[in-house]
């Protein structure tokens, strides 16, 4: 069960829930979890870095999730 | 510190290959480039800060002999209604095309309104004078506090701001929000014995690279056009270009130039459209080049900040709570870099209560571009001087004040995740045992340390490896080379192979000859692009043990490749000769082909970094002008691939750091118009105003990396604002809030506190 964080840029479609537990073995089944329960997030979280137990991925569609893991969704970010 | 890993080239320090054709001047950088029959784009710019555009009469600009072809934004597509940008540039893709060239509102001087191709510079200006434009002048919003009273004038009428809690149906000049939180912040300022508060005010800055942007654009009759230009991210300018033009990719071919420094300002495109657009009409190809003017009028610059901070502590330092709120210019389009200000001002410690409040405005000004670590220097400026204050209050020692609440491998980051392995507790016991820390300072002098930090990236990269038949490697990388890359990249592919880094040249491959890359920001192409060459060679060594195992028919597991070299495991054969690289290349065509390999991948992974500076100044209380006598930078590289470099990188962004806490400033006047648009009035630091800067690197390496790499470009130019101030108030033992120093502000600091 991933337990799931939304940094604030999210909460607008997350109806302002910030922390839920969510059962997905990948961010693959976790995004479609997450769509289907917040219908207007999927552009949003999609467009997120997400952080899984302290690593930040721009693009981590193909990340596994361990049974306790903890998932930030935070803004992405570059640099210069 | 660092793991002891015997590295053959790992860690030294060898001759760049580019090298020679710089220093002798024949290094071709963006405006170097001459074709036949080219003609010479210019721009008409906008002369007021905030105008709707009611007509533009091109008529006798595009009548005139010698004028080959005249642009407005009619001759735009419609701008993209939906997509980021992404990447460093940030913002959407409408507000790029807006930017590129204005629509109906001009949102900045300088804003690009129209756009001329002739046959030399002088006809065009002369056409540039010959459009008459009608403008329905603004009043211009120019200032945060301005921006966001109610009732300003508005930028953007259809502007809403972002992630309120509320979904707002009221159009604003605030972007966007963003809020963080954690534990109870009142709770823990009741627990505090000690607790200071802030302000903080920066203006703009400009990342102030040598060469000025410039392109040129060949557009052939099936509407391909060639684009050679000076980039970070040639990859990215295809794609956005494309996507204003609403062209194919597949028709637009980008080659970078070398490239006199970007720090994040060539992750944006300005020119390039125009001049396909140009060169689409004129049928020839066309030349653009920006002067120092334009590029401070109409590029973006990093945004001017208020932060408010306050910062609570036990007796024994330990901290209990912290607020911050920090508003942030974007200029004329949303895109500024609060997030990652609003994200990194507590990130050095471990904080159980705190809360952070951060905006993004629209003002009358360029829209802001990325600048090393964009955000970060900013919002840390304002944290880092309040635990300087606190340190003070305490009577601590303020790098002891930090190590008690430093972070650590499993502290969680105040943006959220626990952090992995990082280096900052291991900086500041450096900066702690560091000589510079404990030397004796002149009468009158002051000292000032603080901690930077920043994230580090991954992203995509791709790199192919060939190796030639005489067993030299030509490595071909998608990222141009801003800060050494090649020599880095030709390290790693020597150190992976086993072979001399002389036999290894890596170049820039063009969007059409090599796989896509992102851009060449993020502190990202020596992990991520490093980690694909790697990857290739890796697999050039799997491919060597195959032809040898062919040509001594054996096993293939029975061959190791040891010290660039093909050799049978133990107890084969021992009589088979060891086949060297340049064997298997030279007998490539009978085991198989030419040897050559490609990887590409979305790195993940990249470790943060942190570093601590200290900087010694002097003030001279009569003029108010501040000497830096001294400046350490020490920081966490996780392992540096080509040492000088590393260093070079710690040693510019103290350098421009120092420029931004001294004297850098965008001055306006009440019209909105920039009054120092040139380096005599917008005061960087040269070679003669600093010193030898020193460097300490600490290497706690990345594990996710081959060779350990975080990543090293961003994080120097953090600590340096903070450094610098808290420094002067060493000196003077006045806090001086607000950037730069520069000497009039010291001075009234001064005579304020002698009155």
């Known amino acids: 069960m991933a337990h799931v964080v939304f940094l604030s840029h999210l909460l607008a479609v997350t109806d302002g829930e910030a922390e839920l537990d969510v059962p997905a ?54 640099g210069g | 510190m660092s793991e002891s890993i015997d590295y053959k080239l790992v860690g030294t320090s060898p001759v760049r290959p580019d090298g020679v054709d710089k220093v002798t001047g024949r290094a071709q950088y963006g405006a170097d480039l001459n074709l036949p029959n080219q003609i010479h784009g210019k721009v008409l710019r906008s002369p007021h800060a905030h105008a709707r555009i009611k007509r533009i009469d091109t008529s006798r600009a595009t009548a005139m002999p010698g004028v080959y072809a005249v642009i407005t934004g009619e001759d735009f597509p419609p701008p993209p209604e939906h997509g980021d ?74 502007c809403f701001t972002k992630n309120l809690p509320e979904k707002s149906d009221k159009p604003s000049n605030i972007a966007e929000v963003m809020l963080l939180s954690r534990g109870d912040v009142d709770k ?26 410039a392109c040129i654009a060949n557009t052939n009759e099936a509407g391909q056009s060639t684009v050679w230009c000076c ?14 033009l609403n062209m194919n990719v597949a028709d637009l071919k980008f080659i970078a130039s070398e490239i006199g420094g970007g720090f994040g300002g060539k992750t944006v495109v300005y020119l390039e459209p125009l001049a396909v657009l140009l060169s689409r009409k004129a049928r020839r190809p066309v030349k653009m080049k920006m002067t120092r003017e334009e590029v401070f009028r109409a590029t973006g610059p990093t945004s001017g900040t208020h932060c408010k901070i306050k910062v609570g502590a036990k007796k024994d330092g330990t901290l209990t709570a912290a607020t911050a709120w920090m508003a942030y210019e974007a200029g004329a389009y949303a895109g500024a870099p609060m997030g990652p200000g609003a994200l990194t001002v507590f990130v050095p410690y471990h904080l159980e209560n705190f809360k952070v409040e951060g905006y993004e405005v629209l003002v009358n000004k360029p829209k802001v571009g990325a600048y090393r670590a964009p955000g970060a220097p900013q919002s840390m400026h304002a944290m880092e001087s309040a635990i300087d204050d606190l340190a003070r209050e305490l009577n601590m020692d303020p ?109 820039i491959g063009d969007t059409e000859s090599t796989g896509f890359s992102n851009s060449t920001g993020g502190s990202r192409t020596t ?3 490093g980690m694909a060459v790697v990857r290739a060679c890796e697999d050039i060594i799997a491919q060597c043990r195959a032809r040898a195992a062919v040509t001594w028919g054996i096993d293939e597991d029975q061959v190791l490749w040891v010290d660039g070299q093909a050799i049978p495991a133990s107890g084969v054969n021992d009589e088979l000769k060891p086949l060297s690289l340049a064997d298997i290349a030279e007998n490539a065509a009978k085991t198989g082909g030419p040897l050559l390999s490609r990887a590409s991948l979305t790195a993940k992974g990249a470790g943060p970094s942190f570093s601590v500076n200290i900087a010694d100044l002097q003030v001279d209380r009569d003029t108010g002008k501040i000497d830096v006598l001294a400046f350490t930078a020490i920081q966490d590289a996780g392992r540096a691939i080509h040492k000088a470099y590393v260093e070079g990188q710690l040693q510019g962004g103290a350098a421009q750091g120092l420029g931004w806490a001294l004297n850098e400033e965008y001055i306006y006047n009440a019209d909105g118009i920039m009054e120092n648009a040139g380096f005599l009035d917008y005061r960087m630091p040269v070679a003669s105003d600093l010193p030898m800067i020193d460097t300490q690197i600490v290497e706690v390496p990345n594990p996710r990396h081959p060779y350990g790499v975080r990543g090293v470009g961003e994080t120097p130019i953090v600590a340096p604002l903070a450094a610098a101030a808290n420094a002067v108030r060493d000196a003077i033992g006045i806090r001086i809030h607000d950037l730069p120093l520069s000497p009039p502000r010291v001075l009234a600091a001064l005579d304020a506190a002698a009155d």
């Open chain 1, 25 to 78: 073995r990948n961010v693959r089944e976790l995004l479609a979890a997450l769509e289907q329960r917040f219908p207007d997030a999927g552009e949003e979280l999609r467009r997120s870095a997400i952080a899984i137990d302290g690593l930040i991925c721009h693009d981590a569609f193909l990340e596994t999730l361990g049974p306790d893991s903890e998932v930030y969704f935070m803004p992405q970010i570059a």
């Open chain 2, 527 to 529: 992990f991520a692009t």
């Open chain 2, 399 to 507: 790098l002891d004040l930090r190590l008690k609440n430093a972070a650590e491998e499993g502290t969680r980051a105040s943006y959220g995740p626990k952090f992995p392995v990082i280096g900052l507790k291991e900086c500041l016991r450096a900066a702690k045992a560091h000589p510079n820390y404990t030397r004796a300072l002149p009468e009158g002098a002051g000292r000032g340390v603080a901690v930077g930090f920043w994230f580090n990236f991954g992203l995509q990269s791709s790199a192919e490896v060939h190796v030639n038949e005489n067993g030299t490697v030509t490595v071909v990388e998608g990222n141009p080379d801003i800060g050494g890359s090649r020599a880095s990249m030709c390290i790693m592919a020597a150190e992976t192979l086993g072979v001399p880094y002389e036999s290894v040249r890596t170049l």
């Open chain 2, 231 to 244: 980039t970070q991210a040639h990859f990215d300018f295809r794609a956005i270009t494309a996507k204003v």
């Open chain 2, 85 to 158: 940008v992404g990447g460093e540039a940030g913002g959407s893709i409408g507000d790029h095309a807006r930017n590129i060239m204005a629509r109906d509102k001009a949102l900045y001087h300088g804003h690009a309104v129209a756009a001329v191709a002739a046959r030399s510079l002088r006809i065009a200006d002369e056409a540039l004078a010959a459009i008459e434009v009608e403008y329905e002048v603004l009043e211009p919003v120019l200032d945060l506090d301005a921006a966001m009273a109610p009732g300003a004038p508005l930028l953007d009428e259809n």
């Open chain 2, 188 to 213: 823990g300022f009741e627990e505090a014995d000690v607790i200071v508060e802030g302000e903080y005010r920066i203006p703009m800055a400009h990342q102030g690279y040598i060469e000025p942007h």
